[in-house]
Structures are given as structure tokens and as C-alpha cells.
């Protein structure tokens, strides 16, 4: 149901390149590997989920157990998505007694996810759920805790803009319609190289590295 983000990995081979060639997301980014220190078996993190779907979604489970949860649609049944959109807070997954007729976490454990805790924030029209789990002992309360910090600060870190400039929104969407620049210029009365400036100031307000992912992300964030 859900898709995997690219970003995460993206960030990962910036931080192998020159440090004048990084490009820097200071919350999102380090939020995402200080989940990798706490978690050793890996974490799930699906951030303002709307309409079912979130808006950055990244795990670093067990490949084969990721393969084996998309194959057979476990984020529909998963008992800890249903606790994460029903209850804001955390816990243990051991305390969560909800329905698991698929044996989901059972079948986790063979992968190594023996032991976890899963933390919910925001509202519900925009929640953020993520999941930690280790192979060897609970977490701790205070490693919870931590959790629960960094969650808060992710969901504040991937938050959408929530609205575009009229000029960017014409901009996107001539070429959503398929325009090339010189033509979609020409429809609104401006040069080409004033029609790139506004493609360049949507990128930057949508975080977008190219014109088609800002196009990807307005369509998602509902601003097109």
C-alpha cells in the first residue's frame, strides 16, 4: 500500500560526497539516523499519513521482510498501523493486544524483530507513525522517550508547505499539461527565463531537487 521514499537512501550517498556537494536537510536527516542508532533491526517511519498513504515513508527493515509485507498488503492489516491510527502516543508492541489474524509480528520475529515500540503523533488527518525494533532485549523506557523525541521532530520536519504562489501553481501545471517551457512563457506573457525562476522558487518551497519531483510532490501535497 505504502511506497518506499527515496530520500533516506539519497541522503545516505550525499554524506560519502564532498562536504561542498551535501545538500543539507538538518532535521529530517539526522531525525532518520538517530532512528537507525536506536533501532538496531532496523525502523519503519510512514510521515503525515493522508488519505491512507503517508507523505515520506521510510524503512530499513530486513529487505526480505519488507518484500514479504508488500507482497501480502500488511500495512492493511498490520495490528500496530491500526493501533498508530487509532491511539497518539506509544508503547511497547508487546502491550498492544489488537487483532493480529495474519500473525504479522509473529512472522516479523523470524526476521529479527523480536522486540519493538511504536510511536504516534499528530492529528489524524495527518498522522505520523513509526515503528523500532531490536532482536536482543525491550527498548527502555528512556530509549522510548528518545523515540517519541525524534518522531515529534521529524513530523516537523517533513511537514508540507501548505500553499504555493499563484504564479508557482501556473507555472507547475502548464507543464503538468504537458508544455514545454518556451510555450507555457508564452501563455502567460512572460520571458522563458522569468518562467524558470518560478519553476526554480516551486522547487525550493516544495523541497523538490528537479521540476518533475516538485510536480510529484504538489500533486501529493494537494496544492495543483
Known sequence: MWRDNELYDAQ???????PHQRRQKPGLESGL?????????????GLHIRFASPLIYVRTYDEAWTKIYDENAYALRDPLV??????????????????????????????????????????????????????????????????????????????????????QIEALRLLADGDRHTAAAAKLGISESAFKARLQSARVRLGARTTAQALKKAREYQLL
Open 12 to 18: 545516505a550517498l550525499e554524506k560519502k560526497s564532498a
Open 33 to 45: 539516523d538517530e532512528l537507525s542508532q536506536l533501532a538496531p533491526k532496523g525502523f519503519s517511519a
Open 82 to 167: 491500526f493501533w498508530g491510527l487509532g491511539v497518539k502516543g506509544c508503547s511497547r508492541w508487546s502491550a498492544i493486544k489488537l487483532p493480529d489474524p495474519f500473525n504479522i509480528l509473529g512472522q516479523a520475529r523470524a526476521f529479527g524483530l523480536a522486540f519493538g515500540a511504536v510511536v504516534s503523533h499528530g492529528p489524524i488527518t495527518s498522522r505520523t507513525i513509526v515503528g523500532i525494533a531490536r532482536d536482543d532485549r525491550e527498548f527502555t523506557d528512556e530509549e522510548i522517550i528518545r523515540a517519541v523525541e525524534i518522531v515529534k521532530l521529524l513530523h516537523i520536519s517533513a511537514e508540507p508547505p501548505t500553499e504555493l504562489t499563484q504564479a
